[in-house]
């Protein structure tokens, strides 16, 4: 699947890096990609060697408590000021000043505020799907007011769905990771962000054979992701939705008035058309956040660099090529 990672320090945890290398350094900048739940830096393998070929020097880790990175017992030290400087360090142990950083679902969390919490260590800012994630009220009130208390924010943080995912990783992996062949996916029946979208998780209790989609995986990649959770269980990618509210609290402080000021960095965005989780409709607003945004579409549901790792990468190297 993977070159053998390396291990390295950064902000007392040790994250495994996977790394790939162009011949010769012609770049000032590396990439990082940064991965969400619940996944690891696989879910990247298609893209480490396009983006090395293009003289990138590309750092796909397993994120702080996933894989076979360490992370905190305390499910606060999650939080996004905790997972940027973990970027950081990461960046300056690869010998550069600054990185674009790039993020998927959760990672994205991490893409979109690394100009905020970490300005001089990045250059740039891809994320694909997720929207930018600041509110002026409580994330979990808010959520629960908008989709019911059975949303999968809430869920994620109870010991009862932590128990049923450990249970059996596989069975996890075939309900989350699947492509959409016509009638939704388990993370939406309807298409739309709505309550019963975003109270997917509870249908990973049905009958398997209700479950529609496709597994995207094949079986030994399925094998590989489900090996990883196994030995180390979902704990510690729940751990970030454990922090959310440590998250409103950091960015409370950094934009204590509400406003989030406007970066210089330049920024892209990869919205994918059929993701109801983060709809593209969520993004509208990105431009009042950056100096230089561009906003592209691509033809997949929530896993876009599984599901269409060409386009993906395509989207990828046009932008970084102009820009770096």
Request: hydrophobic share 40%; charged share 25%; proline share 7%.
């Amino acid at each position: 699947m993977l070159p053998e990672p390396r291990s390295v320090a950064t902000n007392g945890v040790r994250l495994a890096v996977f790394e790939a290398k162009p011949e010769r350094r012609t770049k000032d900048v590396c990439v990082v990609l940064c991965h969400g739940f619940p996944e690891l830096a696989a879910s990247w393998r298609r893209q480490l060697r396009p983006l090395a070929d293009a003289g990138f020097h590309v750092l796909a880790p397993d994120m702080r408590g996933y894989g076979r990175s360490s992370g905190p017992a305390d499910r606060r030290a999650y939080s996004i000021a905790e997972t940027t400087a973990d970027v950081a360090g990461l960046i300056a142990d690869a010998g550069y000043e600054k990185a674009v950083v790039v993020g998927h679902d959760f990672g994205g969390m991490v893409s979109w505020m690394m100009p905020h919490l970490q300005p001089d260590a990045v250059a740039g800012v891809i994320t694909l799907n997720t929207p930018f994630g600041h509110s002026r009220e409580n994330p979990v009130e808010r959520y629960a007011q908008l989709y019911g208390p059975r949303n999968y924010v809430a869920h994620f943080q109870t010991r009862e769905c932590e128990q049923k995912l450990d249970e059996d990783p596989e069975r996890a992996f075939r309900f989350f990771l699947r492509r959409d062949t016509g009638s939704g996916t388990n993370l939406s029946r309807t298409g739309r962000h709505d309550p019963d979208s975003m109270a997917y998780i509870h249908r990973l209790w049905d009958d398997e054979s209700t479950w529609p989609g496709e597994v995207l995986l094949d079986p030994a990649e399925l094998r590989y992701y489900a090996d990883a959770y196994a030995r180390t269980g979902f704990g510690g990618g729940l751990s970030w939705y454990h922090s959310i509210l440590r998250n409103w609290e950091v960015q409370t402080a950094l934009f204590p008035d509400g406003d989030v000021p406007k970066v210089d960095v330049p920024a892209l965005l990869i919205a994918a058309r059929h993701d109801p989780i983060c709809h593209p409709m969520l993004t509208d607003d990105l431009l009042r956040y950056f100096a230089e945004f561009e906003r592209r579409m691509i033809d997949t549901g929530h896993w876009t660099q599984l599901e269409d790792p060409e386009g993906t990468n395509a989207l990828l190297l046009d932008w970084l090529t102009r820009h770096f």
